[in-house]
């Protein structure tokens, strides 16, 4: 690493994390450490130093910032990894090192659509209603089996990798893909599946808003979770701000 670098860590396993560290991994001017939590089996290679797995909480990971002399840490994280953005804040806040955050704005609804929003996963499973219905799923795979609980719908559930028993139910169609998804394709998906519902999280940008678009050329309804709470810390809504935020860092 050259000298004077700074020691930057990105909480990643978004695409603005992977774009933020290919930017910064042609700049000697930061040395950077890419973490992931380890949800996806064979994650693609990265361009810096890549370290996989929990930290043991805010208390691992501030303990971690000290031992690896961090000058910096940029949460890249998903809208939806609410914990790991709340440790970086506390662990930052005891460590005393800098915290960036690159929180994307959810979706907003828009003129024709049909959105349930609820505030998380066991609220959309009520929001499908009690009758029997074709239910696309497309919310990752952590949070599935709480499906399990209305087994009278027939869903379509699709994840970047295979979802094993995570949804025990009687009528499930099991797709793997990894986005982007253009509206277009999704709609003439969405038909040929003859979905009448779908359930979606909140997580914003642009690469997987084609079955938002194509819910509401169709008119299906979408239960919407809400993205969750995270705290209040120096923030930039993409990846160019925060290249533009980190060129102006002089530190502490
Ligand atoms: P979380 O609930 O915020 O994190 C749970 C724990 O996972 C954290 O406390 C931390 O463990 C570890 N962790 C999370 N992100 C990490 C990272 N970048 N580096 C190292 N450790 C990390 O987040 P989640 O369980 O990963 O995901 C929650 C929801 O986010 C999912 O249901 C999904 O909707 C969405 N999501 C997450 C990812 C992702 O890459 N994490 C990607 C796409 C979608 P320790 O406390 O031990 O440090």
């Given at each position: 690493m050259p000298n004077g670098s700074l020691r930057l860590l990105i909480l990643g396993g978004t695409g603005e994390a992977s774009a933020l560290v290919r930017s910064l991994a042609a700049m000697p001017r930061f040395a950077v450490t890419l973490s992931l939590a380890g949800r996806t089996g064979a994650p693609k290679a990265k361009p810096v130093p890549t370290r996989i797995g929990g930290f043991?909480?805010?208390?691992?990971?501030?303990?971690?910032?000290?031992?690896?002399n961090t000058d910096l840490v940029v949460d890249a994280t998903h809208p939806f990894a609410a914990r790991m953005s709340a440790n970086a804040a506390s662990a930052c806040g005891e460590a005393g090192v800098p915290l960036l955050a690159i929180r994307r704005p959810p979706w907003p609804p828009g003129e024709g659509d049909r959105w349930i929003e609820v505030p998380d996963v066991a609220a959309a499973v009520v929001a499908i209603g009690e009758a029997p219905r074709k239910v696309f799923l497309t919310i990752g795979r952590q949070e599935l089996g709480a499906f399990a609980g209305a087994p009278q719908h027939d869903y379509v559930v699709r994840t970047i990798e295979a979802i094993g028993d995570g949804l025990p139910v009687p009528r499930l169609t099991a797709i793997t893909a990894r986005g982007p998804f253009d509206a277009a394709t999704e709609a003439g998906f969405l038909a040929?599946?003859?979905?009448?519902?779908?359930?979606?999280?909140?997580?914003?940008?642009?690469?997987?808003?084609?079955?938002?678009?194509?819910?509401?050329?169709?008119?299906?309804?979408?239960?919407?979770?809400?993205?969750?709470?995270?705290?209040?810390?120096?923030?930039?809504?993409?990846?160019?701000?925060?290249?533009?935020?980190?060129a102006e860092f002089r530190g502490i």
């Open positions: 043991g909480g805010a208390e691992g990971l501030a303990r971690w910032l000290a031992t690896e040929e599946a003859g979905i009448e519902v779908l359930v979606s999280k909140n997580s914003g940008g642009p690469a997987t808003y084609g079955k938002i678009a194509a819910a509401r050329t169709l008119g299906l309804p979408v239960v919407m979770v809400r993205q969750p709470e995270k705290p209040s810390v120096t923030s930039v809504a993409n990846t160019e701000a925060a290249l533009a935020w980190l």
